[in-house]
């Protein structure tokens, strides 16, 4: 398997543009999630799906964030209008258990920056 | 709320001087403890979970083990291809299923 695929590793953008990130899961597994990881704040839960539903959103900071999952092999994380301290690393991970035996499996991240 | 600290920030060790990271926690009931290695650019990778105190596990030069309170992580003669930034992790059975991460404790180990 290739493993959890995000899609653009580096991403530059204005100040109140829109922003939106991808996320391919691992075949098979039922959970993915949104991360994101800041120097001062280290690696924060945005969201969380389980079949494709989102059952946990309370990490997401603002009305600005929104995410989707219309499928089970992709999911998407927008940011509308974007501002510089969303500046961060955006992490997708999925799992075939909600955190069990085997973890999470992370992809390389998405690198956002808002000048 | 679930908290998690690693300590030290920083470690820099010399090849094959062993040594131990700490991860200290406060769960309502803990479901699970995560160790992850992280390496620059790239996406935490997964090394273990521990569910009991006093469990066990090992991989080639590191060794978690778990009590109430804290968990270890133990490396033994490490080498350069060591270095990277380790990342402790807890579920707990009252959240959902998210994991709550520590900041981390970048290793670096001096050939």
């Known amino acids: 398997d290739a493993g959890v695929i995000q899609s653009p590793r580096h991403e530059v953008t204005e100040m109140g543009q829109e922003v939106t990130l991808r996320c391919k899961p691992i075949s098979g597994h039922d959970y993915l999630f949104w991360y994101r990881q800041t120097m001062m704040r280290g690696l924060e839960l945005l969201i969380y799906?389980?079949?494709?539903?989102?059952?946990?959103d309370s990490g997401m900071p603002e009305d600005r964030f929104s995410a989707k999952m219309p499928n089970a092999s992709f999911s998407t994380l927008k940011i509308q209008p974007s501002e510089p301290r969303d500046s961060a690393v955006y992490f997708c991970?999925?799992?075939?258990?909600?955190?069990?035996?085997?973890?999470?499996?992370f992809g390389s991240g998405t690198r956002l920056t808002v000048v | 709320e679930d908290q998690v600290t690693q300590s030290p920030e920083a470690l820099r060790l010399q090849e094959g001087e062993s040594s131990s990271l700490n991860c200290s926690y406060t769960v309502s009931g803990l479901r699970g403890l995560f160790w992850y290695r992280q390496d620059p650019g790239k996406g935490p990778e997964f090394l273990f979970t521990?569910?009991?105190a006093g469990e066990e596990k090992e991989k080639e030069r590191l060794k978690a083990t778990l009590t109430k309170k804290e968990s270890f992580l133990h490396i033994t003669a490490p080498k350069p291809e060591d270095s990277a930034t380790y990342l402790c992790?807890?579920?707990?059975?009252?959240?959902?299923?998210?994991?709550?991460f520590g900041s981390g404790t970048q290793l670096t180990v001096l050939p």
């Open positions: 992790a807890v579920q707990s059975r009252g959240s959902a299923r998210q994991l709550t």
């Open positions: 991970a999925s799992s075939a258990q909600a955190g069990g035996r085997y973890g999470y499996t």
């Open positions: 521990l569910y009991s």
């Open positions: 799906f389980n079949n494709n539903v989102p059952i946990d």
